[in-house]
């Protein structure tokens, strides 16, 4: 049995996903650390279909709307990759402090790893019409506006909402859902 009532039913459809730092720790205020994201999500573009159609990376947590087969364990390799590149990154550069805050933050049964660099789950929500997909973006986009960040959704780096806007984005999306 799921520790959660979220999860991915049906791959044909998009979801929105939120994927979070332990602990909200400021992970992707170092920008190196968002290109490995975008790394790892060009991988999956190109070897399993993955198709994103929006997203917004803030320091601790990102927002993501997309689709594959078998979206699930796609999501779930995301996670495992990017967690070992980050903490490749973080010994390499001998940033000790936040290495000892993702020790701090590992949840007690993941004892098969020094580290937990994401929080279980992604908290998936499938997008079932257009309408929900608008929904859907308007919140990641708008995330960093609310914050205090930006004042528009297209002023923020990491964000779909320059791509939306007309705008070239750091991120390749596809809009035809």
């Known amino acids: 049995m799921s520790r959660t009532r979220y999860r991915i039913y049906e791959d044909w459809y998009p979801y929105f996903l939120t994927c979070t730092i332990v602990g909200w720790l400021p992970v992707f205020s170092r920008p190196r650390l968002?290109?490995?994201?975008?790394?790892?999500?060009r991988w999956l573009q190109t070897n399993r279909g993955f198709k994103v159609f929006g997203y917004v990376i803030l320091e601790n947590h990102l927002?993501?709307?997309?689709?594959?087969?078998?979206?699930?364990?796609?999501?779930g390799d995301f996670k495992s990759f990017t967690a070992r590149q980050i903490v490749n990154d973080l010994k390499a550069r001998g940033e000790s402090l936040l290495?000892?805050?993702?020790?701090?933050?590992k949840e007690a049964h993941k004892d098969d790893r020094p580290y937990q660099v994401w929080?279980?789950?992604?908290?998936?929500?499938?997008?079932?019409?257009?309408?929900?997909?608008?929904?859907?973006?308007?919140?990641?986009h708008y995330n960093p506006v609310k914050r205090g960040?930006?004042?528009?959704?297209?002023?923020?780096?990491?964000?779909?909402?320059r791509d939306y806007a007309g705008m070239p984005g750091l991120f390749p999306i596809c809009r035809e859902w």
């Not at 290495?99 to 933050?105: F, I, R, T, V």
């Not at 929080?119 to 990641?140: A, C, F």
């Open 119 to 140: 929080q279980e789950g992604s908290h998936p929500q499938q997008i079932q019409n257009e309408d929900m997909m608008r929904q859907k973006l308007e919140y990641t």
């Open 34 to 41: 968002v290109e490995q994201l975008f790394d790892s999500w």
């Open 99 to 105: 290495l000892k805050q993702l020790a701090w933050h």
């Open 149 to 161: 960040y930006v004042d528009q959704p297209e002023h923020w780096r990491y964000s779909s909402a």
């Open 63 to 75: 927002h993501l709307v997309a689709s594959c087969d078998d979206l699930g364990t796609a999501i």
